[in-house]
């Protein structure tokens, strides 16, 4: 089984910055895509970023030139920088991560880290 943990949600006032951190533990043979997500009250989940294996990135157009994702393939780990954050950025972020193996691959989903950029 694999785990997907979280950390470095929190309140911080417009412009400023975090970074979000995701690690996995467990079987793990291989990491394939890994991405954010995030989700407001009352709003679908929404793709936020995502980075392959091999590094190539894709982002929301509303956090293009702002947010950064990256990731530690010796820890299994992917991060988000997040910069110059608007009050609108507020959300449960949510890292997700398809984890491979000699036979399947499989979807795993962080338990999301709150996110709350004041005015």
């Known amino acids: 089984q694999v785990q997907l943990v979280e950390s470095g949600g929190g309140l911080v006032q417009a412009g400023g910055s975090l970074r979000l951190s995701c690690a996995a533990s467990?079987?793990?043979?291989?990491?394939?895509?890994m991405g954010w997500y995030r989700q407001a009250p009352g709003k679908q989940r929404e793709l936020v970023a995502t980075i392959t294996s091999g590094g190539s990135t894709n982002y929301a157009a509303s956090v293009k030139g702002r947010f950064t994702i990256s990731r530690d393939n010796a820890k299994n780990a992917v991060y988000l920088q997040m910069n110059s954050l608007k009050p609108d950025d507020t959300a449960v972020y949510y890292c997700?991560?398809?984890?491979?193996?000699?036979?399947?691959?499989?979807?795993?989903w962080g338990q999301g880290t709150q996110v709350t950029v004041s005015s």
């Open positions: 997700k991560a398809n984890i491979g193996s000699p036979t399947a691959a499989i979807l795993y």
């Open positions: 467990g079987s793990i043979f291989s990491i394939n895509v």
